[in-house]
């Protein structure tokens, strides 16, 4: 699986988008990148995933460049709620695993 | 749909102790995968089961070790506890048959600490 590359941490105010990075720059062609948040201790949250293409969902938008080395996930509006640990990863599916990184600690503020 | 469930919530248990954690899938699930966290590795993979069968492995020594019943109901297993093994232990579900971009849906976790 290919290694991914967060920011230990990242502030955000509240209502303000929070554009959180990764860099993938070893994914192979059929690696998909995935999100994944957890807020403390609880189970990770499924965000979104995509391949080649933009994706939206309810939750976030996920941009990848076209070189596929790296991504931006994008929550529009962030509120409190939004704090939590946010994991990248590119995931092929021959091994079927999840490989987690260290994530990004974003806190949103007031 | 009812999400995955995990019992127990909470265990303490003493070093060399054994110990059996249970996780019950989203309906309809039949991939279930297990992981720990621990404040100094993170999150890592244990392993994952399919079909009563263990599809995938960790790195994680012998003493960890898992099942999956016909109903898709899985347990995992701890031998000769050590102090080490006090972590979350999260187990995941997933439509996932063979390759294909099925997400897996985490459980709240058991916090194993060991004394």
Redesign the interface.
């Known amino acids: 699986d290919a290694k991914t590359t967060q920011p230990p941490s990242m502030d955000c105010a509240e209502g303000r988008a929070a554009n959180l990075p990764c860099n993938h720059s070893t994914i192979s062609g059929n690696e998909?990148v995935?999100w994944y948040r957890q807020i403390h201790?609880?189970?990770?949250?499924?965000i979104i995933?995509g391949?080649k293409n933009n994706e939206t969902n309810e939750m976030a938008s996920l941009i990848i460049t076209e070189d596929r080395k790296s991504s931006t996930l994008i929550l529009p509006h962030a509120t409190l709620r939004d704090t939590a640990v946010y994991?990248c990863i590119a995931r092929s599916?021959?091994?079927?695993?999840?490989?987690?990184?260290?994530g990004t600690r974003l806190q949103v503020f007031p | 749909k009812a999400g995955v469930t995990q019992t127990p919530r909470y265990l303490i248990k003493t070093r060399g102790q054994q110990v059996t954690l249970s996780c019950s899938p989203i309906s309809g699930h039949r991939s279930v995968s297990w992981y720990q966290q621990t404040p100094g590795q993170g999150l890592q993979f244990l392993f994952e089961y399919f079909s009563e069968t263990q599809r995938n492995k960790g790195n994680f020594p012998g003493r960890f070790s898992g099942r999956q019943f016909s109903n898709s109901r899985s347990e995992m297993n701890v031998s000769t506890l050590e102090l080490g093994d006090s972590a979350l232990y999260l187990c995941a579900s997933s439509l996932a048959e063979l390759a294909g971009a099925y997400e897996q849906y985490f459980g709240p976790g058991t916090r194993l600490t060991v004394t």
């Open positions: 998909y995935y201790s609880q189970g990770p949250q499924y995933h391949l994991y599916y021959l091994p079927d695993k999840l490989i987690f990184g260290t």
